[in-house]
């Protein structure tokens, strides 16, 4: 492990590892969504009396355009929503996105596009009454460092706030930091980062004082974890990571005996002390395309991926080392997961999805089997991950569908809900609504008497 840390991230180990730091690394919620999967990072809101049936014309209280092309999710905090997208721009023939070797050869991904195409990446504030976009800002703009994904987007990475500055992160062009005014406060450059032209999928943590980007590309010859002062967008502390490209976001674990940050990948699962950047303990990966996000039972995180090949491991939190082949693995499974989504653990049990949705249910203590094969009534793909409130989850299909499913032991489709339009985006529960953000529009859902 290489390590680079400047005089601020001495200041910053100093000052945050006394005890009091454990439980200051996260803001109180409220009924906000501040960051990709909420409050907590695990996909679960408290909100209660919230709609399960609506339609375009039903339980909608506003419905809002959103140009370019985009599969972050909406963020919540009080008034404002905030999201990013990226519009495509001119041609510029003969330009060449990062080159890419794998097995010792150049490697081009079949679905690779749009490196030879300008972009622009924004970052839009709406409002959370009306739906009316406050402000639209302009983070950056340019031929991309390398392709995406031709279903994937150059804004995929959702932003982050902690109520005073938001944080959007697009991979190679940077870090951005705005007011709720929508002046930037700061931007930082992560680095070059080539993923076998497949773009970025990575989200932004907020840990204390800190802004961590999971930074992993190619072969891994430059992956690292990296953390940002919030404030100034000075580099705080950097740890090189061995593992080769990832498209996941980490899991900040706090409420336990100590706060650690999770990093799942193709070679090693990695936990690290979110003030320092130090490694606290790794386990043998996942072999496989690390994409989806570490799920947090008790003092257990869950590591999930789906291609190409599926893996499951429950991992004890709390020790130290290589725990590769000792008791830290909790439980295995080897079934039931998807190429993009991430699972959801939810009162007691895992919920795992595949491509196309059918839904496998296991005993988070143990893995034990619950049920497998719970299908949806309308067949489709899925990229969108799911979320959880009030005893039910949504799943959110690529053809506009959105299922409500009752959660526990017994599989039970409650309604199906129909938007006309795809869903790549995971949607956001705050304040009495659902957020959900379709191919061109921002929804917001809510029981209307």
């Known amino acids: 492990m290489i390590r680079h840390r400047n005089a601020l991230g001495l200041l910053l180990a100093v000052s945050l590892l006394a005890p009091a730091a454990t439980t200051a690394l996260r803001a109180a919620p409220d009924n ?31 419905k809002t355009p959103i ?89 995929a990475p959702t932003v982050a706030t902690d109520g005073e500055l938001v944080y959007a992160y697009f991979g190679t062009p940077g870090l951005f930091a705005y007011d709720f005014e929508g002046s930037m406060v700061w931007s930082a450059k992560v680095g070059d980062i080539p993923t076998l032209g497949m773009g970025v999928g990575t989200s932004p943590v907020l840990a204390g004082d800190l802004v961590i980007i999971q930074a992993d590309e190619d072969l891994g010859d430059h992956s690292a ?47 690290y002390d979110p003030v320092t950047g ?60 998807a190429y993009i989504p991430s699972n959801l653990a939810y ?11 059918i839904l496998t249910c296991l005993d988070a203590d143990t893995g034990k089997i619950i049920y497998e094969g719970g299908r949806m009534p309308v067949a489709q793909r899925f990229s969108a991950s799911p979320v959880a409130f009030d005893g039910k989850f949504l799943m959110s299909g690529n053809d506009g569908d959105v299922f409500v499913i009752q959660a526990g032991p017994e599989f039970e489709v409650l309604s199906v809900n129909s938007m006309g339009e795809g869903i790549w985006a995971s949607p956001a529960i705050a304040n009495g609504r659902i957020y959900i953000r379709t191919l061109d529009h921002l929804w917001a859902i809510e029981k209307m008497d």
């Open 32 to 62: 906000n969504w501040p960051a990709l999967g909420g409050p907590e990072g695990t996909s679960i809101s408290s909100e209660t009396g919230l709609p399960i049936e609506w339609s375009p014309t039903k339980n909608v209280a506003w």
């Open 278 to 337: 130090d490694e606290l303990w790794r386990m043998q990966g996942l072999e496989a395309n690390a994409i989806h996000r570490p799920l947090i039972h008790g003092d257990t995180i869950i590591a999930t991926a789906g291609y190409p090949q599926k893996a499951i491991k429950a991992v004890k939190l709390g020790g130290s080392g290589d725990l590769t082949d000792t008791d830290y693995l909790a439980w295995a499974y080897n079934k039931g997961t």
């Open 225 to 271: 974890i990296v953390a940002f002062d919030k404030k100034t967008g000075a580099e705080a502390w950097r740890v090189s990571r061995p593992v080769s490209v990832t498209w996941a976001t980490p899991t900040l674990v706090t409420g336990t005996a100590r706060d650690e940050l999770v990093a799942i990948g193709n070679e090693w699962i990695i936990s």
């Open 347 to 357: 009162d007691g049990y895992v919920y795992l999805l595949n491509d196309q949705g």
């Open 67 to 155: 140009a370019g092309r985009g599969y972050s999710s909406p963020v919540v905090w009080g008034n404002r929503i905030f999201l990013t997208t990226a519009i495509k721009g001119e041609e510029s023939p003969g330009h060449e996105p990062a080159e890419h070797i794998l097995g010792g050869n150049p490697f081009l991904h079949p679905d690779a596009v749009d490196a030879e195409f300008s972009h622009q990446y924004r970052v839009l504030a709406i409002d959370v009454g009306s739906g009316d976009i406050v402000w639209d800002r302009l983070a950056g703009e340019g031929l991309p460092y390398d392709d995406r994904h031709r279903m994937s987007s150059y804004a």
